[in-house]
Nanobody, 114 residues
């Protein structure tokens, strides 16, 4: 079973930046794709960004502000979040998919104050 552990959340003022990290147990290449989702109170979990061997994609709400990357040498993926807005406040989850199996981290809280 793969394990994913997020870190890097916190409280930041609007316009600020945060970098989230996700540590995978074992090689990240076992995953067909990896990414970040978020869930705000009372809302459904939504995809923020994903990365795979062929590229990456972003939701329209974060395009141009967030950047997803990976470092296979240390089995990590990252989410650099710039120009944060109060509406970015949510619990952010690391996700990995291998075949038909989905793996999730425990989540990390990001709070953006206005």
């Amino acid at each position: 079973q793969a394990q994913l552990v997020e870190s890097g959340g916190g409280l930041v003022q609007a316009g600020g930046s945060l970098r989230l990290s996700c540590a995978a147990s074992g090689s990240i290449f076992r995953f067909n794709s990896m990414g970040w989702y978020r869930q705000a109170p009372g809302k459904q979990r939504e995809l923020v960004a994903s990365i795979w061997s062929g590229g990456r994609n972003y939701s329209d709400s974060v395009k141009g502000r967030f950047s997803i990357s990976r470092d296979s040498a240390v089995n990590m993926i990252y989410l650099q979040m710039n120009s944060l807005k109060p509406e970015d406040t949510a619990v952010y989850y690391c996700h990995g998919r291998t075949g038909s199996l989905d793996f999730w981290g425990q989540g990390t809280q990001v709070t953006v104050s206005s």
